[in-house]
């Protein structure tokens, strides 16, 4: 059984970055492509950033070009780093497969506002 753990979350103000790491349990990391979502208040889950095993990345429209994804195969451990953030990349941030295989860690939450 995977487990994840999301941290790296706080209070940050527009224009500001963060780093996001999502640790997780077991060997099988290694052979999945990864993903991280968000969840912001009232609104349904979306999907940010996704890594293949072999490094390929894509992004959603809404963040391309500030938020980079990344992933360290030897520390089970992927990253979302955060550039140039707006209120309205507040939200629940979590990391998943693609699709998502396993359980849902509890998120990190990331809140942009002066």
């Known amino acids: 059984q995977v487990q994840l753990v999301e941290s790296g979350g706080g209070l940050v103000q527009p224009g500001g970055s963060l780093r996001l790491p999502c640790a997780a349990s077991?060997?099988?990391?290694?052979?999945?492509?990864m993903r991280w979502y968000r969840q912001a208040p009232g609104k349904q889950r979306e999907w940010v950033a996704t890594?293949?095993?072999?490094?390929?990345?894509d992004y959603g429209g809404s963040v391309k070009g500030r938020f980079t994804i990344s992933r360290d195969n030897a520390e089970n451990t992927v990253y979302l780093q955060m550039n140039s953030l707006k209120p309205e990349d507040t939200a629940v941030y979590y990391c998943?497969?693609?699709?998502?295989?396993?359980?849902w860690g509890q998120g990190t939450q990331v809140t942009v506002s002066s």
């Open positions: 077991g060997s099988i990391f290694n052979s999945v492509t």
């Open positions: 890594i293949t095993r072999a490094g390929i990345t």
């Open positions: 998943n497969s693609l699709p998502p295989y396993f359980s």
